[in-house]
Nanobody
Framework: QLQLVESGGGLVQSGGSLRLSCAASGSTFSIDAAGWYRQAPGKQRELVAAATSFGYTTYANSVKGRFTISRDNAKNTMYLQMDSLKPEDTAVYYC?????????????????WGRGTQVTVSS
């Protein structure tokens, strides 16, 4: 099973930027769809962005135009560039690998999760 380690979270002011990284150990990362989820206190975990191994990407409406997902399969690493951050982006962000994406829609999360990294955006 893949092991995933997120990094790059922190405290930032509204309007600022952060770049999250997810380092994966395991041989299947380069062929699996992968993505970022987040969970704010008292809320359900939600999909933020996902990317297939061949470059298709999809985003939650709330982050379109502000966040960019990318992956470096040679380095087994995925990134989430977050710009124009808002207080409502405050959450624990999780890396996930093995998503099911069919017809451009994310049907379900994969079985491999990281432990998460905290992102806090102050107003």
């Amino acid at each position: 099973q893949l092991q995933l380690v997120e990094s790059g979270g922190g405290l930032v002011q509204s309007g600022g930027s952060l770049r999250l990284s997810c380092a994966a150990s395991g041989s299947t990362f380069s062929i699996d769809a992968a993505g970022w989820y987040r969970q704010a206190p008292g809320k359900q975990r939600e999909l933020v962005a996902a990317a297939t191994s061949f470059g298709y990407t999809t985003y939650a409406n709330s982050v379109k135009g502000r966040f960019t997902i990318s992956r470096d399969n040679a380095k087994n690493t995925m990134y989430l560039q977050m710009d124009s951050l808002k207080p409502e982006d405050t959450a624990v962000y999780y890396c996930n690998v093995g998503l099911s994406i069919v017809g451009g829609r994310v049907l379900g999360a994969g079985s491999s999760w990281g432990r998460g990294t905290q992102v806090t955006v102050s107003s």
